[in-house]
């Protein structure tokens, strides 16, 4: 059993930073896609970021891109998003998630994905 375990969120004004952690515990493979989902109010989880741990290739969604990096720890178990620019509509409950067969084809999709954290607040305020 993996377990997934998200901390950083919080409460920051428009323009500034935070950096969300993911710590993964239990059966992991050398290789899987972990990925940063959020979900707002009223609205769909969407996928954020992407990182293939064994590769290193990440992925992004377009309205975070240039804003948003993705990067994991030196022991592989640790996932971490970076998070810039922040806006009012970055506010959402971040999730952390693992793909254990690594479909980066389709890693935007949440059903792709067969652990999920419990998730970490950010409140970006204008």
């Known amino acids: 059993q993996v377990q997934l375990v998200e901390s950083g969120g919080g409460s920051v004004q428009a323009g500034g930073s935070l950096r969300l952690s993911c710590a993964a515990s239990?059966?992991?493979?050398?290789?899987?896609?972990m990925a940063w989902f959020r979900q707002a109010p009223g609205k769909e989880r969407e996928g954020v970021a992407v990182?293939?741990?064994?590769?290193?290739?990440?992925y992004y969604d377009d309205l975070v891109k240039g804003r948003f990096t993705i990067s994991q720890g030196n022991a592989k178990n640790t996932v971490f998003l970076q998070m810039g620019s922040l806006k009012p509509e970055d506010t959402a409950m971040y999730y952390c998630a693992a793909d254990l067969d690594c479909a980066l084809d389709s890693w935007w999709i949440k059903y792709e994905y067969d652990y999920w954290g419990q998730g970490t607040q950010v409140t970006v305020s204008s």
């Open positions: 239990g059966y992991i493979y050398d290789r899987n896609c």
């Open positions: 990182i293939d741990t064994g590769a290193s290739t990440t």
